[in-house]
């Protein structure tokens, strides 16, 4: 992961003239990719330039590095983040629901539903969370406790065995970036079974060693993801016998059904 950031940061700064396009691209994947210290820099020099942040470049930065602050218990500092964010898309599902999980967790009920009432007049619900893979030019795709899918028991039975060792080397899933209205085994099974670990799990099981497993989603990486994430590529070659990179990327206009398996 560190050298691909190595090269995109190469090539960003051997580009002669940088727009506010290429200056949000490289802010936003730093940040969500967990680089926020470094996103946090590269975005006070884009302002040192000249270069007037858009919407694109606000939201990019700002919401991933709520999610990064919170793992680290930060809360005010995560509020701030995500109200920022609110200011510039209202609409954002995953923002309302993780302010929500915060104040529940901080018992401030006036404020959850305060959330709530807010997320009830404006229409607006969390989008199911869907991400995908490419092994052998076909794409497959997964949801949160899928059963679409013909390898899944297979998916599941080594996503436990995975998990398992990862929470003896520290991994505690964080409920905070799911529904409160779910009960504690609830909350933990659903980030057990998120998409994102799915398609992870997939592709450990088709593609070869070594190879870096490309995961694309729907929605934003959460703080949760990112934590598995980490933890797994840091211990690779001690649970999996071998090193591995993993590259996961937003994509919101290439949303596949569920349960979709074509060819390119």
């Not at 018992?107 to 009432?117: A, K, L, Y």
């Not at 964080?174 to 409160?180: A, I, K, R, Y």
């Not at 999996?240 to 994509?251: A, G, Q, R």
Request: aromatic residues 10%; glycine residues 6%; charged residues 20%.
């Amino acid at each position: 992961m560190i050298s691909l950031f190595e090269d995109a940061e190469s090539l960003f700064e051997r580009m002669v003239h940088k727009d506010v396009i290429s200056w949000s691209t490289m802010i936003a994947g730093l940040a969500q990719n967990g680089f926020s210290q470094e996103a946090l820099k590269l975005f006070d020099l884009m302002k040192a330039s000249g270069m007037k942040p858009n919407y694109i470049t606000m939201v990019g930065f700002f919401l991933p590095v709520a999610m990064q602050v919170l793992v680290h218990r930060n809360v005010d500092l995560t509020i701030y983040a995500a109200k920022q964010v609110l200011k510039l898309d209202p609409e954002d599902a995953g923002t309302y629901v993780l302010l929500s999980n915060i104040y529940a967790n901080s018992q401030r009920w006036d404020d959850v539903t305060d959330i709530r009432r807010q997320m009830r007049e404006k229409g607006i619900t969390k989008e199911p969370g869907c991400s995908w893979i490419e092994v052998n030019k076909q794409i497959h795709a997964f949801i949160l406790g899928d059963t679409a899918h013909p390898k899944i028991n297979k998916i599941n039975m080594r996503l436990n065995q995975l998990i398992h060792k990862l929470v003896g080397i520290g991994y505690v899933p964080d409920t905070n970036f799911v529904l409160q209205d779910l009960e504690g085994e609830q909350r933990d099974d659903s980030l057990w079974y998120h998409s994102e670990k799915l398609a992870i799990v997939f592709g450990l099981m088709s593609l070869s060693s070594g190879s870096a497993i490309r995961i694309r989603k729907n929605l934003r990486i959460c703080g949760d993801y990112h934590t598995f994430e980490s933890l797994l590529q840091r211990w690779s070659v001690d649970l999996l016998s071998s090193e591995i990179l993993f590259v996961t990327t937003i994509s919101r206009t290439e949303y596949v059904p569920v349960g979709t398996i074509g060819s390119k």
